[in-house]
């Protein structure tokens, strides 16, 4: 059987879900979750990261480019929320922070990133 997904948003959605859980084949697996974090906030937190580079903020003594206010930004995030953070040598003995993935979170909280973001811009007086 491949994989399906239901979105639980009316009677019907729930009714084919649990028809679909009592006709699977001994050994699949169901998972209930909050929607992953969409294309709108993806975009948001994305032209944010923009923002902060074109704004020339100096982090640890230069100017950072999009993809590294990404970096900070889901890290700060994590330990903001106590999700907490690692730090663990890298395969040349760099050091590597091993973050969550934006691409997993879910709807809500992918959000929280935002305002996260949107208050450290605000704190590093950045307009949106």
Same mark, same amino acid.
Request: proline share 3%; glycine share 8%.
């Given at each position: 059987?491949?994989?399906?997904?239901?979105?639980?948003?009316? /009677?019907?959605?729930? &009714?084919? @879900?649990? *028809?679909?859980? +009592?006709?699977?084949?001994? =050994?699949?697996? #169901?998972?209930?979750? $909050?929607?992953?974090?969409?294309?709108?906030?993806?975009?948001?937190?994305?032209?944010?990261?923009?923002?902060?580079?074109?704004?020339?903020?100096?982090? /640890?003594?230069?100017? &950072?480019? @999009?993809? *590294?206010?990404? +970096?900070?930004?889901?890290? =700060?995030?994590? #330990?903001?929320?106590? $999700?907490?953070?690692?730090?663990?040598?890298?395969?040349?003995?760099?050091?590597?922070?091993?973050?969550?993935?934006?691409?997993?979170?879910?709807?809500?909280?992918?959000?929280?990133?935002?305002?996260? *973001?949107?208050?450290?811009?605000?704190?590093?007086?950045?307009?949106?």
């Amino acid at each position: 059987m491949s994989k399906r997904i239901f979105r639980l948003v009316h /009677a019907e959605a729930r &009714r084919r @879900a649990v *028809a679909a859980v +009592v006709e699977a084949p001994e =050994g699949q697996t #169901v998972t209930i979750a $909050e929607p992953n974090r969409n294309s709108d906030q993806n975009a948001k937190f994305h032209a944010i990261c923009s923002d902060l580079a074109k704004a020339g903020i100096e982090w /640890a003594g230069k100017p &950072r480019d @999009a993809a *590294a206010w990404k +970096v900070l930004l889901v890290s =700060g995030h994590a #330990v903001a929320t106590k $999700e907490g953070g690692e730090i663990v040598p890298g395969i040349e003995g760099e050091f590597v922070n091993v973050r969550e993935s934006t691409a997993l979170m879910s709807k809500s909280r992918g959000s929280s990133l935002i305002e996260y *973001a949107v208050a450290f811009m605000a704190m590093h007086e950045v307009e949106a």
